[in-house]
C-alpha cells in the first residue's frame, strides 16, 4: 500500500454513490481511512439536515463488511471565520485517531504514511481546494461520480415532500436510500422540509429582480460579566434556535442605528439606547457566501460589554420575532453550537478572541 491512512474530508449530507467512489479508491491506496465529517455540530437545516452520529449511521450501512473496520469517521467544526482553527482541529483529530489506532504498536503518528483524498477531475478548476491546505500530506484525486451530488439530493428529499425523491435511488447506496426513506417518516423530516419550502418561497420573491439581491443585516453580540444575550427565534427560517438579536437593516437608518433598534426590539433590554451605543468595543463584517439560507447576507457585528453596575444582569424578554430572550453564561455557550442559528456561533467565537 502507498499509505497507510487517507484523509477524505466531506459533510456526507447526505452519503452518496460518489462517497463510496472516493472511499473505495482511498482503501485501494492505503491501509486505512480517516473520514473528517465537516459541520459536525451546525444546527439543523435544509444545508445541513443530517447529524454527525446519522451521517456515520449512513455511512456504515453502505460500507460493505469487509470496510467497515478500515474505515474511521469523525467529525469536525466549521470554524467559517478561522482557517488556522479548522485547519488545527483536522490535524488534531487525524492525529487522535491514528494514536488510538496504533497505541499497541508504541508508534507516533508521525512515523506512518499519511496522504489527503478528494474527488475532483484532471483540471485546476475541478480540484478540492482544501486539499491545498495541508501540504504536509500528499494529495490523491479520486474520479467523480457523474451527475451526483448531494445539493441535488437534499432539495429531492426535501422539495414537495419528497415527492421526487425516488429519481434519486440510482444515486445512492440501497442501503442510504433505504435509511432516508425512514427518515422520512420522522417529525424532524417535516419541520425541515417546512423550512425548505419557506426558503424557496423566499428565494422567489427575488427571482425577478434584475440581480440576485445582496441583504444587509445587523447582529449584536451582547456581554455582560460573562454572559453573551441570546434570543429564541419564533419563526422561519430557524424556528427554535438560539440568535443573537440582529435583524434587516431598514432603508432610512444608518447601520450603527439598526443594531441598537433591533436589540431593543428583540430583546426588550433595560439598558438606554445612549449607554448601548456608547458601549461598542469592535464591529466586523461577515460575509461567508454560504453564512445564510436566505441568499447572499452581510451582516455587521457589534461587540457591546456592558459594565457590571452592582444591579445583576439587566433585564431581558422576547419581543418583535423573538420567543425568548436570556442571558447565558459563556462557558454554558460553548456547549451550544448545534443549537445556534446560521453563523452565530462563531461570529461569537470571533469576538470573544477579541476581548
Known sequence: ??????????????????????????????????????????????????TLAEREA????????????????????????????????????????????????????????????????????????????????????????PGVDAATLREALFAQQGAHFAGCRDKLPTAVYEWLHRFRELPVYAQIAAEHDYLQSFRRAWADTPHPPTFVTVDAVVIHSGHVLLVKRRSLPGRGLWALPGGFVAQDEPIRDAVIRELKEEARLKVPAPVLAGSIRASRVFDHPQRSLRGRTITHAFLIELAPTGEGLPKVRGGDDSDRAQWVPLFEFNRMEEQLFEDHFYIVNWFLGQI
Open 1 to 50: 500500500m502507498k499509505y497507510d491512512y487517507l484523509v477524505f474530508i466531506g459533510r456526507f449530507q447526505p452519503v452518496h454513490l460518489g462517497h463510496l467512489q472516493v472511499i473505495e479508491a482511498a482503501l485501494g491506496l492505503s491501509h486505512k481511512l480517516i473520514v473528517i465529517c465537516g459541520s459536525a455540530r451546525q444546527a439543523r437545516s435544509p444545508r445541513n439536515p443530517f
Open 58 to 145: 449512513m455511512l456504515r450501512a453502505a460500507l460493505p463488511p469487509a470496510w467497515q473496520s478500515r474505515v474511521f469517521m469523525v467529525g469536525c467544526s466549521d470554524r467559517m471565520y478561522n482557517d488556522q482553527q479548522w485547519i488545527t482541529e483536522v490535524q488534531n483529530l487525524v492525529d487522535k485517531v491514528i494514536a488510538v489506532d496504533t497505541a499497541s504498536l508504541g508508534h507516533r503518528a508521525a512515523e506512518f504514511r499519511v496522504g489527503i483524498v478528494g474527488a475532483g477531475g484532471g483540471s485546476p478548476a475541478r480540484q478540492v481546494h482544501y486539499l491545498e491546505l495541508f501540504p504536509q500530506w500528499q494529495r490523491e484525486q479520486a474520479a467523480e461520480w
